[in-house]
C-alpha cells in the first residue's frame, strides 16, 4: 500500500518546490518507485521535475464525455477498463517515478460517472507504488473530490506571514470536514528571511502565532535565489546543488518527521 502525501497551501506559497524535491528525496534514497500527481492545473510540476506531460487526466474526461454525448463512445471494451488503459496512457514514466498529471477540473454538467471511473484507477494506480505525492492546487478541490485514498500525511506550505500561517491553520481545519481521512498535518514555512549565520530565522511573532495555533512545524525553507533563478530560467528544481539551502530544508522538514509516514 502506498504511503500518500499531499502538499497544500495557499497559489505561490512554494508547494511545487517542496513536492519536486521531496520527490527527488524519496528516489535518491531509494523509497521509490513513486508516483508525483499534478493536481495543480495552474503550475507545472512536470518542468520543475526536468519532463514533460502530453496529456492530462481533463483531457481523458473531456475526450470521454465529447464521446458520449455524440453516441460516438463504443470502446469495444468495458467503460472502467477503456479509462483505466487511458490513464495508463496518460501516465508519464521516468528514472524511479511516474507522473500524472490531472489537469483541468470538471466543469459543470461534467460526466460525473466517468470521473469517477478515473479517481477508481488512480486509486487502483497508486497501489503499486512506495509513495504518492500531490501537487495540489490553491484550493482543496482535488482532496475534497478525493482524487486519491485517504492522505497519510498533509503538508500545509505557507508563507512566512500571519495572514498565510491563519490561512494554514484554516486549511487544517477544513480537513476534517472532507471525505478524505489525513493520517498527518504538518506545517512548512518557505521562504524564510536567513539570519547572519545563513540559516533561516523564524520571527518570534509567527513562532507564537504557530505555538498558539497548534500548529505542528515539520520545518522552515529559507528565500534561496537559487530557486527563484532556476525557475526564472526554466530549470527543473530537482536540478538544484545538493547543497542548495532550499534543498536541504525539504530534506530536513521530511527528516524530522522521523518515521512517521
Ligand atoms: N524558498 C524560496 N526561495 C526563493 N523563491 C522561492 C522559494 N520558494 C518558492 N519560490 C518561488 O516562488 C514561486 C512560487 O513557488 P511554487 O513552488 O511554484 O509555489 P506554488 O506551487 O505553491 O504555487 C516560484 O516562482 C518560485 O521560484
Ligand atoms: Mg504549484
Same mark, same amino acid.
Given at each position: 500500500? !502506498?504511503?500518500?502525501?499531499?502538499? !497544500?497551501? +495557499? ?24 508516483? !508525483?500527481?499534478?493536481? #495543480? ?6 518542468? @520543475? ?6 496529456? @492530462?487526466?481533463?483531457?481523458?474526461? /473531456? ?42 477540473? /470538471? ?22 507504488? +512506495? ?19 485517504? %492522505? ?13 500561517? !491563519? @490561512? ?10 472532507? +471525505? ?26 509567527? /513562532?507564537?502565532?504557530?505555538? #498558539? +495555533? ?18 526564472? /530560467? ?26 512517521? %509516514?
Amino acid at each position: 500500500m !502506498a504511503t500518500v502525501i499531499a502538499v !497544500a497551501g +495557499k497559489g505561490g506559497t512554494g508547494k511545487t518546490l517542496v513536492s519536486a524535491l521531496l520527490i527527488q528525496y524519496l528516489i535518491d534514497g531509494g523509497r521509490g518507485p513513486v508516483l !508525483a500527481i499534478d493536481a #495543480d492545473p495552474s503550475t507545472n510540476l512536470d518542468l @520543475t521535475l526536468g519532463t514533460s506531460v502530453d496529456e @492530462t487526466v481533463g483531457d481523458i474526461r /473531456e475526450e470521454t464525455s465529447q464521446q458520449v454525448s455524440s453516441g460516438a463512445f463504443a470502446p469495444g471494451i468495458s467503460k472502467p477498463d477503456y479509462l483505466e488503459l487511458r490513464v495508463n496512457q496518460a501516465l508519464m514514466e521516468n528514472d524511479g517515478y511516474d507522473l500524472l498529471a490531472m489537469g483541468r477540473p /470538471e466543469g459543470p454538467g461534467c460526466y460525473c460517472a466517468a470521473n469517477n471511473m478515473l479517481r477508481q484507477s488512480i486509486d487502483r494506480l497508486s497501489k503499486s507504488y +512506495k509513495y504518492v505525492v500531490i501537487d495540489n492546487e490553491a484550493g482543496l478541490e482535488h482532496l475534497s473530490r478525493r482524487t486519491t485514498e485517504n %492522505v497519510d500525511l498533509l503538508l500545509i506550505v505557507s508563507d512566512p506571514t500571519i495572514r498565510g500561517l !491563519a @490561512t494554514a491553520e484554516r486549511v487544517s481545519q477544513l480537513i476534517h470536514e472532507l +471525505k478524505t481521512q489525513v493520517g498527518h498535518i504538518r506545517l512548512i514555512v518557505n521562504r524564510v528571511p536567513r539570519g547572519q549565520d545563513g540559516e533561516p530565522v523564524l520571527l518570534p511573532h509567527l /513562532e507564537q502565532f504557530i505555538e #498558539d +495555533k497548534q500548529l505542528r512545524l515539520a520545518g522552515v525553507i529559507p528565500m534561496d535565489p537559487l530557486v527563484a533563478q532556476y525557475d526564472s /530560467e526554466g530549470r527543473p528544481l530537482v536540478q538544484l546543488p545538493q547543497d542548495s539551502p532550499a534543498r536541504r530544508a525539504v530534506e530536513g522538514a521530511f527528516d524530522s518527521l522521523d518515521g512517521l %509516514v
